[in-house]
């Protein structure tokens, strides 16, 4: 179906809304009736404009307060509308939205409800003008779709229809059956279609509406039973998205933009009017690249934790550092130094890496070159919001591209290598790097990275469409300055999973956004134990935490003393525990030991604030 | 009575949470849990830092989950609550806040939860230690003040108690009869009062107490009603803070300890526990102070609104610029090249400057040095929240000190002024400036300050304790790049208006925050003209909303033809008419012309989107 949105949905001038939406793949566009007032474009300027970005006008809104009201009034309201339609004729816009009066003046009368809106859609067809007539939740008299339709249906005349808007009628009764009084509305007389999201929220409806709409699939709502009832009534029009939202009010047009093309072409998906490449599911982290302008501390830090620099890039400065199934690509190429540490790119274990960057593609995110130079295995390759490329990798498996063919086994005799094949600490380990030892790192349990502040929603239904991974819920972090919020995205299995974080306020630089690498381990004390004999430094954790974790729990004889000297941090649900330490941060860059029981399917978030407050602090114990 | 505040209520590490309690004037804390469990202090050191700041740790919380649990999970919990006892001799507080239960696993059954709070009370009394057990507003199934009291009463050991919190209860019942109960509850019992404030929304009670809690006088609970009922049931207690707010847990602990310091000072007033220096409303606006280092296009800018320089600082590089009662000092010295052109400074006429000022004191304003200089005639003034000085002005009234004593007649012959006494742009001015011309200003109709994004809320209450103003509703504008919010201060006659405003976003750069002064005139067309004649440029109004205009409203003819050829905007209510227009923007400072009905009191809101897409466009129109 055809797309649209309203041009409140998104930030700045008239003139960036219409280039944000055409650039995006929109057909069409809602003026918002304030973006053309504060525009400097005149009405015949901003049509040339669409035309020029190929965007239809599909709708202009709102006309608020007509009907149901005294004749003085509605004589006022007409000649009010007749100014409108005037304007809509020089914009070259067929349909204008009229809003359920919130008027103190309407009376609770449907019939002259009808008779007025009959009126008025007299005058709007004279110009070739339809109007659409929606009720607002929170309308004096009439705030439910079945009702309007009654007022529409009475008042009999072709110019008038109804505007269907998911908002306004799930954020009153989402109750499925409600729903099905849609599927019995002719087709040709519902003339428009808003589509919201909301997270479910027990608030004042208004306010709801107002600040907290989000694209279809960021919130609650189930968009896709409500739009299966309007397609099953036979409406035509396009799918149009009005989403009141004070984030994204702040945030960029462009990515706002395409984040929300992005939920319709999901939103058509789930419905099956459209089929795009099916999800590839990720099957396990290939490898986590940081770049580093700091290649000494962090290769210490790396070997101190165990991985062994097994192989080296051909034609980049690019390290493979590998312990069990993890792998830790170090980049220190040019864009380190501009970026100082950070985790830039994920690999993920792919069934089928083309078809998971078609999907990618399909769904508008960033494709990234497949080769890099000449010589490199072509890696199909996106970028996720956050600006981290993400790998779609094929590790060791016959007939697929495999990026480790790019990489050459470290040479310890080689004079160019500062840092020898097992780093600047460690003499050479001579066991299969495949093979932990006790207390050695299996796999990369998950990531974390922290999300621009504007795209926190988009996130989560970024891995959730394209990466076809599952989102918990979001929980609430207290750090000393702020509060945070995450919500991990996962696989079925777990093998895959990445924690989305978000700041308390939108920061000017970026660059301190934290990130971290959460390894697997079985047996987390020896893994600290060796990691502090290799000279690692691990977070100190306050002894108040410890005193608290012995009125919680009941731990076997020294367990909790271990844990104390160790800073290993505990929780446990009934799925089992999850033990976790912290090592000191490079750059934006920390890792994490985790010991997870196999059913536990937490993060550690309720010591979250303790870690969040010893990092504040900044002294390592060692 | 004695004032506390949770470390909850304060950003950062536990010990910048106790310096900013005592630096406001706290006597005591309570020890919020988690903000002990990430102290890297032991308990000892946290009491003797206690001691040493002079604050008292009155109370220690929460202990959850507790009671009418079937006996075995009773038993695990006292286990968890001697842990607790242990902890809090060594922190030597001497009472723990037990919240109703929320546990899936609490069973409906008074008699067992008044059996176990009476073992959990001889267990604590073991330890000298008092419970005080309070309903939160979603406890499984003790959740209002009355049903805890019952079980207290019930349980009946003197080491059990009540703790009162006017969120819980007023969240729940606000009706005052549903209040009257608190009264009967005897006042030993009252173990501890919690206080905290929001505003009204009808929001699920959870997230709005854990989000948008706020000082009391902040938010829209009748707060002195509820204390004056604690006060008649004898409570003898210390007034606590407990107020879990987002935009708190981000802000500086300094200034938001004080910040509730003067909630608390207020409240107290309100309900006749104290009596500091009445406030003494000011009467009108005596100056508003620009420093700039930007002499030039400032007094060019003054100069063509009618403006004449008619005095110069004694001493300094200050220029006092008249037009009827509308004066603006234009501060060239030092601070000005530091910060570029702003509003530093507001002289507000006062019955009493020095009562005024004593007020400000006693409400923890930060008093500024009566003299500047030696021979400066001494003036009253304080700080507000967002740095403009306050000047509490006796301007011509015999017997009160006048700042403009300080000025001396500006000498057109003097060859250290550049500026000569009417600007560059016009000739000499022989009539009278106090006497207006037609089109003229009369007076300073408003002030607008955009205040720092942390501090919003308090600005409000700061106007309306200080200095007795009145706070009109906060009202939402909507910018090109983010949602605006502005709420009015103002006495009853309307001669001092303020607009506080705040941006969508804290901003790393608060020197962009914009502020305007508001210049009334009767004639607003003629001022507008004049203006431009004299070479002043106004703000461009695209035409589009004069379209609007034209839709909404009628007008004599031609009056919206002027309108739309002086970018004058237009609003109208019950109360009558309000226009306006704009000029350019000089460092953070720009005029806006305004011609008021008398009973209109609003500031233009409806028009401030238009307006800020066209300060953002910034192409003015000559």
């Known amino acids: 179906m055809r797309t649209s949105i309203a041009t409140v949905s ?141 007022i529409v249906e009475a008042a009999d005349h072709p110019a008038l229809g109804t505007c269907l808007d998911s908002f306004h009628i799930l954020a009153r009764d989402s109750d499925p059956r409600a729903l099905e009084g849609i599927a019995e509305i002719p087709g040709e007389k519902i003339f428009f279609l808003q589509l919201a999201d909301a997270p479910l929220m027990a608030m004042d409806v208004l306010q709801w509406s107002r600040h907290h709409r989000c694209f279809p699939g960021q919130g609650g709502f189930d968009i896709a039973g409500f739009l299966r009832q309007v397609i099953k009534a036979g409406y035509q029009g396009p799918l149009s998205l009005e989403v009141f939202n004070d984030v994204f009010r702040q945030a960029e047009a462009g990515p706002t933009a395409v984040d929300a093309q992005r939920s319709l072409l999901v939103l058509q998906e789930s419905v099956g009017l459209t089929a795009p490449p099916a999800p590839v599911v ?54 380190a130094r501009r970026d100082g540490t950070q985790l830039a790119a994920v690999g993920l274990e792919s069934p089928d890496p083309a078809g998971a960057a078609k999907r990618a593609e399909a769904l508008l995110a960033p494709v990234l070159p497949r080769r890099r130079t000449p010589e490199d295995v072509p890696l199909d390759a996106v970028a996720a919001p956050d600006g981290t490329e993400l790998f779609f990798c094929a590790t060791g498996r016959p007939g697929l591209p495999d990026w480790t063919s790019d990489f050459d086994p470290a040479d310890p005799a080689d004079p160019t290598d500062p840092a020898g094949p097992t780093g600047p600490t460690g003499p050479a380990d001579t066991t299969d790097p495949t093979e932990p030892a006790p207390g050695g790192i299996h796999r990369i349990d998950h990531l974390a990275l922290t999300q621009p502040w504007h795209q926190f929603d988009e996130a989560a239904l970024f891995h959730r469409s394209v990466l076809g991974l599952g989102a918990l819920e979001s929980v609430d972090v207290a750090d000393p300055y702020g509060l945070l919020r995450s919500r991990a995205v996962t696989n079925a299995d777990g093998s895959v999973r990445i924690a989305l974080g978000v700041g308390p306020a939108p920061s000017a630089d970026d ?112």
Not at 302 to 324: E, I, M, S, Y
């Open 282 to 335: 990720p099957t396990g982290v290939a490898f986590a690249e940081l770049v580093s302008p700091d290649v000494e501390p962090v290769s210490e830090l790396l070997a101190a934790l165990g991985f062994t620099r097994t192989a080296r890039h051909r034609g980049k400065p690019v390290d493979l550092w590998q312990q069990g199934e993890a792998r830790v690509l170090l980049n220190t190429g040019p864009g």
């Open 511 to 622: 660059g301190d956004r934290a990130q971290h690498i959460a390894l697997a381990t079985d047996d987390l004390v020896t893994a600290a134990r060796r990691f502090r004999a290799a000279g690692g430094r691990l977070l100190a954790i306050p002894a108040n935490y410890y005193d608290d974790l012995a009125a919680r729990y009941e731990f076997a004889d020294g367990e909790l003393e271990t844990f104390r000297a160790l800073g290993i941090l505990y929780d446990r649900d009934a799925d089992g525990a999850f033990r976790h330490c912290y090592t000191e941060t490079i750059g934006r860059v920390f890792f994490e030991l985790v010991q997870r029981d196999p059913g536990h399917r937490g993060y550690g978030a309720r010591n979250a604030p303790v870690r969040l407050a010893a990092q504040h602090v900044r002294r390592p114990v060692r």
């Open 10 to 150: 998104l930030s700045g001038a008239l003139t960036e809304k219409l280039t944000a939406a055409a650039r995006a793949g929109f057909d069409g566009v809602e003026v918002f009736e304030n973006d053309l007032l504060a525009s400097p474009l005149t009405p015949e300027e901003i049509r040339a404009r669409c035309a020029d970005l190929g965007l239809s006008i599909d709708l202009y809104q709102p006309m608020r307060d007509i009907e149901a009201v005294p004749p003085d009034e509605f004589q006022r309201n007409l000649r009010r509308a007749e100014h409108k339609f005037r304007l809509m004729e020089r914009l070259g816009a067929d349909t204008v939205l009229v809003c359920s009066s919130v008027s103190p003046h309407a009376v609770d009368d449907d019939a002259l409800a009808a008779f007025q809106l009959r009126r008025l859609a007299e005058l709007a067809d004279g110009f070739g003008i339809r109007v659409a007539y929606e009720a607002l939740a929170w309308g004096r008299h009439v705030s439910t779709y079945d009702h309007a339709w009654r």
